[in-house]
T-cell receptor, first 110, second 114 residues
Framework: SQQGEEDPQALSIQEGENATMNCSYKTSINNLQWYRQNSGRGLVHLILIRSNEREKHSGRLRVTLDTSKKSSSLLITASRAADTASYFCATGNQGGKLIFGQGTELSVKP | DSGVTQTPKHLITATGQRVTLRCSPRSGDLSVYWYQQSLDQGLQFLIQYYNGEERAKGNILERFSAQQFPDLHSELNLSSLELGDSALYFC?????????????FGPGTRLTVL
């Protein structure tokens, strides 16, 4: 079963615009990770944020985590056509396994 | 390139058959995870090994089994295959066995059961 839900399920924007994806989860977590998947290929790790962190940046990516609301958001600034992909959040608790959300399909039009 | 390798890339087989998927983790990673991605179930955790020992089990069917060898590569065995087993199977690896490290995913094996 899925841990959380991602919102929106699909997002279409123009190059240069910002893209925001949200993830909600149900149980307590140790960390939350974001992954990108291009068209049925492998998952690429983007960023990990721990439960005691509120915000993290990596290049054009900004992730926030609100444990009181059990939610996270991924912001991609100045989107490029190459950012077109599916984005997944995954939560980690005790042990190593990750529980994934359903994903957001991002389409960036040139 | 994550450093995790999986073979084969594609596998087409018939119902009732048995297949073996292979995974080599990143150099230095002791933990290996298997995940299944299908259209109806999404990405599901199957099983985790750490340094040769099973650490956690998820939604893994009894027809499926896995092991991690002394050289740390892992194999996922799927038997008595059914149409519904068609999916992308991913292997991931991390340094340790707890959830504070990033998991790096291989390119996946696409299994088609006819």
């Amino acid at each position: 079963s899925q841990q959380g839900e991602e919102d929106p399920q699909a997002l279409s924007i123009q190059e240069g615009e910002n893209a925001t994806m949200n993830c909600s989860y149900k149980t307590s977590i140790n960390n939350l990770q974001w992954y990108r998947q291009n068209s049925g290929r492998g998952l690429v790790h983007l960023i990990l944020i721990r439960s005691n962190e509120r915000e993290k940046h990596s290049g054009r990516l900004r992730v926030t985590l609100d444990t009181s609301k059990k939610s996270s958001s991924l912001l991609i600034t100045a989107s490029r056509a190459a950012d077109t992909a599916s984005y997944f959040c995954a939560t980690g608790n005790q042990g190593g396994k990750l529980i994934f959300g359903q994903g957001t399909e991002l389409s960036v039009k040139p | 390139d994550s450093g995790v390798t999986q073979t084969p890339k594609h596998l087409i087989t018939a119902t009732g058959q048995r297949v073996t998927l292979r995974c080599s983790p990143r150099s230095g990673d002791l933990s290996v995870y298997w995940y299944q991605q299908s259209l109806d179930q999404g990405l599901q955790f199957l099983i985790q090994y750490y340094n040769g020992e099973e650490r956690a089990k998820g939604n893994i069917l009894e027809r499926f089994s896995a092991q991690q060898f002394p050289d740390l590569h892992s194999e996922l065995n799927l038997s008595s295959l059914e149409l519904g087993d068609s999916a992308l199977y991913f292997c991931a690896s991390s340094v340790w066995d707890h959830s504070y490290n990033e998991q790096f995913f291989g390119p996946g094996t696409r299994l088609t059961v006819l």
